[in-house]
């Protein structure tokens, strides 16, 4: 499975962007997805998780209220809406899908929160 993530970008504080991951796979729908982030010298921490059918979400307290996580099944792809950024938001953000012990990363997708 390949995913590419697109989106990304320089933002000001208080602006939103809408991160998308296209898969590769004809099995979409059988795959959670995740987002992730790796801010510059940090560890990657996990941001948004929905469950293989887009019924249910989960997200980290930093981005709860702000971030929407979602997916399309006929395109594939799983987004990370992102509003109301702020500074300490800046980091590359990696899409993730898993099966069982299957994980795929996508290569990322710098997001930049800057006056």
């Known amino acids: 499975v390949q995913l590419v993530e697109s989106g990304g970008g320089l933002v000001q504080p208080g602006g939103s962007l809408t991160l998308s991951c296209v898969a590769s796979?004809?099995?979409?729908?059988?795959?959670?997805a995740y987002w992730y982030r790796q801010a510059s010298g940090q560890a990657r921490e996990w941001v948004a998780i929905?469950?293989?059918?887009?019924?249910?979400?989960i997200y980290a307290d930093s981005v709860k209220g702000r971030f929407t996580i979602s997916r399309d099944k006929y395109k594939n792809t799983v987004y990370l809406r992102m509003d109301n950024l702020k500074p300490e938001d800046t980091a590359m953000y990696f899409c993730?899908?898993?099966?069982?012990?299957?994980?795929?990363w996508g290569q990322g997708t710098q997001v930049t929160v800057s006056s």
């Open positions: 993730n899908m898993n099966r069982g012990p299957n994980a795929y």
């Open positions: 796979t004809t099995e979409f729908a059988t795959y959670n």
């Open positions: 929905i469950n293989n059918d887009g019924t249910r979400t």
